[in-house]
């Protein structure tokens, strides 16, 4: 079966710091990969998504990027956080078919200070 | 562009009472998702929606899509309290190669009393 691993759990960065989450799937090939964001009480806002190994598309202008070095592995960075990017991010993985559910991972809590 | 608004945005309930969360898109939607995301964790698909008028049920939930493809429903048959979550519509408003990009609703909060 399919699994999604998200890592950290939790994280509290400074402002100005790096950050790198890392996203990995299992149990399938070539899947779509997102990346979503939550702010406290709100919505899901898509950030990346990607649909093979470097072709990576944002949604929303920001001081984050994305990659995807391998088929299964999504990554997400910061060269410098923040206090507004402090959130819930969200992993997802889909098949390729325009109806296919999202896998989300179990997120990553990240408090900017 | 395109959205989809899911109204309430906040539902307090007694438990035994029904809730409803309703998802409205201004433009005739391909399909509808339906998410849950218990308080702190994320976001579980529940069920997809697909044909004009269509009705699915599990268990105490009743999804419904409406008759224009424009309007879809979640509702909850004498909540619990293991109901307390966030529930999430999400449409694929826009498709390209790159797959079904969704769009979410801002979700209604379900807080149920025991």
């Known amino acids: 079966s399919q699994t999604i691993h998200q890592w950290p759990a939790t994280l509290v960065q400074p402002v100005g710091s790096p950050l790198s989450l890392e996203c990995t799937v299992e149990?399938?090939?070539?899947?779509?990969l997102y990346w979503y964001r939550q702010a406290a009480g709100r919505g899901l806002q898509l950030l990346f998504y990607s649909i093979g190994i470097d072709q990576i598309s944002s949604e929303v202008p920001q001081n984050l990027s994305a990659s995807r070095p391998q088929d299964r592995q999504f990554i997400l960075s910061s060269k410098k956080l923040l206090l507004s990017d402090s959130g819930f991010y969200l992993c997802?993985?889909?098949?390729?078919?325009?109806?296919?559910?999202?896998?989300f991972g179990n997120g990553t809590r990240l408090t900017v200070t | 562009g395109q959205q989809v608004m899911q109204i309430p945005q906040y539902q307090h309930v007694q438990e035994g009472e029904d809730f409803t969360t309703y998802c409205n898109s201004s433009?005739?939607?391909?399909?509808i998702q339906w998410y849950k995301q218990r308080p702190g964790g994320h976001p579980v698909f529940l069920i997809q929606l697909v044909k004009s008028g269509e009705v699915k049920k599990q268990k105490r939930l009743t999804f419904q899509f409406g008759e224009a493809k424009k309007n879809s429903s979640l509702h909850i048959t004498a909540t619990q309290t293991t109901d307390v979550g966030t529930y999430f519509c999400?449409?694929?408003?826009?498709?390209?190669?790159?797959?079904?990009?969704?769009?979410f609703g801002g979700g209604t909060r379900l807080m149920v009393k025991p």
């Open positions: 997802a993985w889909s098949a390729g078919s325009y109806n296919s559910p999202l896998h």
């Open positions: 149990g399938t090939s070539n899947p779509n």
């Open positions: 999400a449409a694929v408003v826009r498709f390209n190669n790159a797959g079904n990009m969704l769009t």
């Open positions: 433009t005739t939607l391909s399909n």
